[in-house]
């Protein structure tokens, strides 16, 4: 700091207060001039900069306040009594320090974001970095823009609780689900429980990474979806039991073939075909129900390419359960088609995720 602008420093601080705010701008403008000038400060000149810079601004219109948040962002040097101030300040003013200051601490975070607007989240949210304890803070406050934000960050670490809840809120939000997908350090089972609820681009995305998945790591992440899965989802339908016992039967009388499916479904044995739909894929009821009921039948494809069932049983499936549809014997053949050009591999790994549900049960 100049000897100068030391012994201007009592003259420069008596100004602040000083009712013209023309003259308080051109001191905050020749101090901020003067603090990128000089090479070096000592922490104590860093403070006193900060302090007098902190003053000022604090009266200032606030388009000063944020054309100085601004110049100040991304500077390793700014005094941390000023970016302190300024992330405290309304959106428009705090926006630039949250989004790229690194003086800021993860404690000063956790302080805007336990506190602030959604602005200021959001801004937050877009750091180069964001630690656990401030994303879990974010997940947990945040709207969806700003989860979208945060889930759109790859330098935004999430700790398994909040990727956990983050999936919860973007299964029932379409516009959430290009980003959660997209997300590469989304822990792969929370990436399949995605798809159910996904458009078709997506599921291709999911059974691609799923194709490319390290055999360690699928392990890893099928162990976790089976502690997340842990509870029952979902009510048995009334007849379970009678086709349940009947299915049991047929299967140890070697009857329950793919044929012996296709009959239970023209004959609206739904329970029936769903059961020997489970056992036959070695999937849970719930999924099987689930895919039936939304006549999900690109996910039908990914269960009997896994199972290796040959395409015209599929598409004995998928006409049947398309019979109320006008054109159910078009889409069932634009569906064979995607049946035929389905990967097998990403379709067994993407089955290994549905069928921890199972393996959740039995336990």
Not at 58 to 84: K, N
Not at 202 to 219: G, K, T, Y
Not at 325 to 335: E, F, L, P, R
Not at 352 to 360: C, E, K, Q, S
């Amino acid at each position: 700091m100049s000897e100068a602008l030391v012994t201007r420093l009592p003259e420069l601080i008596g100004l602040a207060a000083e009712p013209s705010s023309e003259k308080r701008r051109t001191l905050l403008r020749e101090l901020t001039d003067h603090f990128f000038g000089t090479v070096e400060q000592t922490v104590t000149e860093r403070a006193l900069y900060g302090d007098v810079l902190a003053a000022l601004a604090a009266e200032m219109e606030t388009a000063v306040r944020a054309e100085l948040a601004t110049r100040f962002a991304d500077s390793p040097r700014a005094p941390g009594v000023l970016i302190r101030r300024l992330s405290q300040d309304v959106a428009e003013v705090a926006a630039p320090v949250l989004r790229a200051s690194p003086v800021l601490t993860e404690a000063d975070l956790l302080k805007v974001v336990q506190s602030q607007g959604q602005a200021h989240l959001r801004a937050v949210s877009a750091r180069p970095t964001v630690s656990e304890a401030v994303s879990d803070v974010i997940v947990a406050r945040g709207d969806d823009e700003t989860l979208g934000t945060l889930l759109g960050n790859e330098g935004a670490a999430l700790s398994r609780q909040a990727s956990e809840a983050a999936v919860e809120r973007a299964k029932v939000n379409p516009a959430l689900h290009a980003v959660t997908v997209e997300r590469r350090s989304l822990p792969p089972d929370l990436l399949n429980e995605m798809y159910f609820v996904v458009e078709a681009r997506l599921r291709q995305q999911i059974l691609e990474q799923n194709a490319r998945l390290d055999p360690a790591l699928l392990e890893s992440a099928l162990s976790a979806g089976r502690a997340r899965l842990a509870e029952v989802d979902g009510a048995l339908p009334a007849d379970y039991s009678a086709c349940l016992a009947y299915v049991d039967e047929l299967r140890a009388a070697g009857q329950l073939t793919p044929q012996m499916l296709a009959r239970f479904l023209r004959s609206d044995s739904r329970t029936s075909f769903l059961i020997a739909l489970s056992q036959l894929a070695d999937v849970d009821f719930h999924t099987a129900r689930q895919i039936v009921e939304r006549r999900d039948l690109d996910a039908l494809a990914v269960v009997c390419r896994a199972a290796d069932l040959d395409r015209a049983l599929f598409l004995t499936y998928a006409v049947v359960l398309l019979n109320a549809d006008g054109d159910a014997m078009g889409k069932a053949h634009a569906y064979a088609r995607m049946y035929a050009d389905l990967n097998r591999d990403a379709a067994l790994r993407t089955l290994r995720f549905w069928r921890a549900r199972r393996a959740a049960q039995a336990a």
